[in-house]
């Protein structure tokens, strides 16, 4: 038989999968069901060597076959023009699709690293799947504090991601250029979104809900790889340029950096000095030894009854004064730095309500 041929089941019994009527194309190498049909592999592997040993016949057959429990009467013949035109169609819109993905992996190859680490199908399922909204120069596309409801991807010019900082001055942390994602972490973790992001010249940025991307997730263990990758690589970085920034002793703004990941970031990086915290006329310093918390001063206060009432400062001035801090200094906290963080955690959570 030459071109596509079409098996269609007239009888069937003690199969679960095929039923009576089912049809199924054969196009070369590939065989695929028509319309609501399912593939029975074990009636498909009994049917093929028949269908393989006549396939220069120029009409059709019928044959019975038995595999296992499924035992079936089928016909073999040429498919329909309407078949081998849904075959051709289906193998253009393929190509389509590979060519399209093709073009979408190499565009995004030079222009960003979030879609780039992404299979180029799993990437063109995604574009697919989202809206597309334009924006001018200066425009805001996220605000500030907002919940985390959406992904949004660059698709075409820059944003620049922007935190305003306590005396309403602005501070461009990081420009996104095509191909790159923003809003993930708020809309992963459900914080509100830690800084605005605005369109830096005229820009295209796709979205798409919280709901879509779950779903996008649920099905594509290569695109949860790559947003788990993705999180633990912005924490990093987050935690390197703090690091950076105490480092060089230099005066830095909770608005900027919570006062728990500073913590987080000296514990860490293991340093020893003292974290002086300002805010709204009060001083509190915290000393550190190899990263371990071990004093704590905030007015009458000291301890972890201290710590645990800095930790919640929203806002103020910080600055991290590397010096040595000897065992004869005495040791208010006998917690575990990563015990204080948590329970900092559980009443800032609590505060919140």
């Known amino acids: 038989m030459h071109g596509p041929l079409v098996i269609e089941i007239l009888t069937v019994k003690g199969c679960q999968v095929a039923r009576q009527g089912d049809r199924w194309l054969v196009d070369g190498c590939e065989v695929r069901p028509l319309a609501s049909a399912k593939l029975c592999a074990a009636l498909l592997a009994a049917v093929l060597p028949h269908v393989r040993a006549h396939e220069n016949d120029s ?13 079936a009467q089928v016909t073999i013949k040429p498919a329909s023009d309407q078949d081998a035109e849904l075959t051709r169609t289906r193998y253009r819109m393929t190509r389509r699709l590979e060519q399209g993905a093709q073009k979408a992996g190499e565009r995004l190859q030079e222009a960003g690293p979030f879609l780039t680490r992404v299979p180029p199908e799993v990437a063109a399922e995604l574009v697919s799947a989202c809206t597309t909204k334009r924006y001018r120069d200066g425009e805001l596309i996220l605000e500030e504090g907002a919940p985390g409801e959406r992904l949004y991807i660059v698709g075409d010019g820059d944003v620049e991601v922007v935190r305003r900082t306590e005396d309403n001055s602005e501070t461009v942390l990081v420009v996104l250029g095509m191909g790159e994602c923003f809003g993930e972490m708020s809309l992963l973790t459900g914080e509100p979104t830690s800084a605005a992001v605005r369109a830096r010249g005229n820009a295209a940025v796709l979205s798409m809900s919280k709901e879509t991307l779950e779903q996008h997730l649920m099905r594509s263990p290569e695109l949860n790889r790559v947003f788990s990758k993705l999180m633990a690589d912005r924490l990093r970085l987050a935690n390197r340029t703090i690091e950076s920034e105490l480092g060089r002793g230099i005066l830095g703004k909770l608005s900027m950096i919570s006062a728990v990941d500073l913590v987080q970031t000296l514990n860490a990086s293991r340093r020893t000095g003292t974290l002086v915290l300002s805010s709204r006329g009060q001083e509190a310093r915290v000393n550190f030894r190899d990263g371990q918390v071990v004093q704590a001063e905030l007015g009458d206060l000291s301890g972890e009854d201290a710590f645990y009432a800095l930790i ?42």
């Open 59 to 71: 009409g059709g057959m019928a044959l019975n076959v038995v595999s296992g429990t499924c035992l």
């Open 312 to 353: 919640a400062w929203p806002d103020g001035d910080f600055c991290f004064e590397t010096h040595e801090v000897g065992s004869g200094d005495g040791r208010q906290i006998a917690t575990d730095t990563m015990g204080l963080l948590m329970e900092s955690m559980r009443r800032l959570d609590e505060l919140k309500r």
